[in-house]
């Protein structure tokens, strides 16, 4: 059974960081590229960053380049997100998403609020 578990979201304050962190089970972890969206109250899923099977590869949303990092430990079957200098417009519910096979965590929020 396929399943991703995220975690690592919380409160904070604009300018604070957080790292969320995503643990699969149930596929070939190795075999997969990784991703991270969110989606904000009201608005569409979108995008957040990306990494390859071996860590090769990393794309970021424009919105997001220069604050967060994405990584991966294949041992761990983990995948995670630092987020620094987080923005009140950063607030959502943050989603794992494996590509191979196609599946989504149930999400972890952050909320950035002074």
């Known amino acids: 059974q396929v399943e991703l578990v995220e975690s690592g979201g919380g409160s904070v304050q604009p300018g604070g960081s957080l790292t969320l962190t995503c643990v699969a089970s149930g596929f070939t972890f190795s075999s997969s590229s990784m991703n991270w969206y969110r989606q904000a109250p009201g608005k569409e899923r979108e995008f957040v960053a990306f990494?390859?099977?071996?860590?090769?590869?990393?794309q970021y949303a424009d919105s997001v380049k220069g604050r967060f990092t994405i990584s991966r430990d294949n041992a761990k079957k983990a995948v995670y997100l630092q987020m620094n200098n987080l923005k009140p417009e950063d607030t959502a519910l943050y989603f794992c998403?494996?590509?191979?096979?196609?599946?989504w965590g149930r999400g972890t929020q952050v909320t950035v609020s002074s």
């Open positions: 998403k494996a590509d191979k096979p196609h599946y």
């Open positions: 990494i390859s099977r071996s860590s090769g590869t990393r």
